[in-house]
């Protein structure tokens, strides 16, 4: 399994911006289509957006499409999460998550089942 590790998380206002970082161990992070989820208190994890292996394909789930931007380095082996116009319904613990497969394509619509490796999560509040 590749081990993952989040950052960036905090306290922002609505309207601000904010931008995750996840840290990959291993030299196989490349290989693999990445995602973020997240988690609000009370709520079950939702899909916030998914990324190809070559940085090629995105997807992006309804609530967050054109306000975040989901990106990856593959040579510093970190997926980002730029979050902008942040609104206090983004408030949540955001976590990114690897794919089972190598090179496998990613899924417009991904389950939690789809992806084998989880960071420890990062909290993001967003005060109105």
């Known amino acids: 399994q590749v081990q993952l590790v989040e950052s960036g998380g905090g306290l922002v206002q609505a309207g601000g911006s904010l931008r995750l970082s996840c840290a990959a161990s291993?030299?196989?992070?490349?290989?693999?289509?990445m995602a973020w989820f997240r988690q609000a208190p009370g709520k079950e994890r939702e899909f916030v957006a998914t990324?190809?292996?070559?940085?090629?394909?995105?997807y992006y789930a309804d609530s967050v499409r054109g306000r975040f931007t989901i990106s990856r380095d593959n040579v510093r082996n970190t997926v980002y999460l730029q979050m902008n116009s942040l609104k206090p319904e983004d408030t949540a613990v955001y976590s990114c998550?690897?794919?089972?497969?190598?090179?496998?394509?990613?899924?417009?619509?991904?389950?939690?089942?789809?992806?084998?490796?989880w960071g420890q999560g990062t909290q993001v509040t967003v005060s109105s």
């Open positions: 291993e030299r196989t992070f490349s290989k693999y289509p």
């Open positions: 990324i190809s292996w070559s940085g090629g394909t995105t």
């Open positions: 998550a690897a794919g089972k497969l190598m090179w496998g394509p990613p899924k417009a619509y991904p389950t939690p089942a789809d992806f084998g490796s």
